[in-house]
């Protein structure tokens, strides 16, 4: 459990500044910072509003107690009733968060952040007294969060409160842990401070090149897959073996877990194991139809407090590469399903062959019956704060306009202006490719069909028909030719020794 947090002071006191400015009564947002294991102590990095929701309504606001509250308490004399009236415009009072929108936003800004970055809790901007009042709310909140944007490291269930208090102005800092219900006790108190926290962060990249063959096996009852299941068990998968990577920091072999001294941005290579041939094993099952080619490559950073050890920074690594990939991954399903208009039979799209002008990921892949290629996201780093990156998503056909909008709509930051400063680093964005088994078990099949498909075959079968008789009259006159070679041979013998 987390016993002390400490906040990055310059950020923190310029968001001070702007909500004293705003004279708003309530706000919410989120935490972004990061829960470090070993030194037991959380680090917070900014706080980000939630923006209005699609109807332009606050996530956040007050609500009154209603008349029927009131009456529980029984009546008042005059006295009670004129000093109340007073400081009924916050005894009353008791917040109202919008928790599903608040989780989305969590949501995609997870998206948005690297290694070493993560959404760790949330903000809340309001009166003791409201805060008091609703601690459960807020609780509901903080859960919803967690769940929406999970740390990935054996997930627990811990994240941070921040209360900013504007009468009187005071910052204080909640652990809320919860797990199968929520109480008035899931909140306790944490030391909070304010000091230099991101200036003293060390930077580590990675260029990850990966080439992942996932079998397509044969539908069965309960054995369904469409494209993104595949996907999505393989890139778990491949994060069980990435676990297993040994790291090579600036080109030295990492065998210590001391903290890292030096300045600058360090240069990680992951060295996978020497593991079984996973594609040959799929092409000698007896169910496979074909296999997903997914591969590419992965530009990951990751940010270290110079207290932590470097096992850290290479775990935050690794982390960072699976969630870039799971998240290319729920961009393409998101924009499928808000594309789909209507619902269409899967089967009938499928024998009609695949667009790849969209993106397909509810399609079944048993019922493909072509070749089908798709191109993921390619991922931007964004200059963030004091030398730090976040970093988007951007489709081939999209720009960096996109981006931009993002960057206001979801981090509350301004649109980078100059475009130099946008990192494009990698330079290959993952795609996928769907191969017939015919393809794979046949490599130098110049034809590229799947077994199902009937269509062309019949030629086909007539050209290896004639083929095959040719092969055979040839083997036929071979025997021929040596057999009436042999018998001219002894005709002649015979012949020159009655002579003699």
Known sequence: MVKAVVGEETQLKLIEDRLIQSRLPVQVGLVIGKLSSPLDRGFVFDLIPTPPNDAREPACSLVETTAKDDKKKGPKSKSQASADSSSSSSSSS???????????????????LVGGM???GIYIWVSETVFKNSTITLCQTVKGVAEAAPLLENDREERLLIHICYSPMRWTCRNCTWTSNITSSSLRPCDFKMGRVITSLQTFKCNYNFNLRLPICQESASNIQTLSDVLRQGISHHAKELEDARAVIDGNLVVSDEPSTSDGVHEVELLLPFMKDTYAEACSRKDVLGVLLFKGSVCSFAYLNS???ISQAVADIKRDIISSLQSRLDIICDEAYGDMGQTEDVSQEASDGISTDKPVPQLVLQLLRK???????????????????????????ETLEVLKDHCVELMSME???DASTILELEKEAPSLVTKPFWDVAIPFNSASCSPLEKNGNDTKEESRKKSTKSNNLNIVGAILFLLLSIAVGLVLYVVRGSKT
């Open 415 to 417: 649109a980078p202006s």
């Open 94 to 112: 008791s917040l109202f968060i919008d928790n599903d929108w608040v989780a989305e936003h969590a949501r995609q800004v997870a998206r948005m």
């Open 371 to 397: 070749e089908c290629s798709l191109s993921f996201p390619r991922r931007v780093f964004v200059p963030w704060l004091a030398g730090t990156y976040i970093c988007d998503y951007l489709q081939p056909s």
């Open 118 to 120: 993560k959404v760790i």
């Open 307 to 309: 207290k932590e050890p």
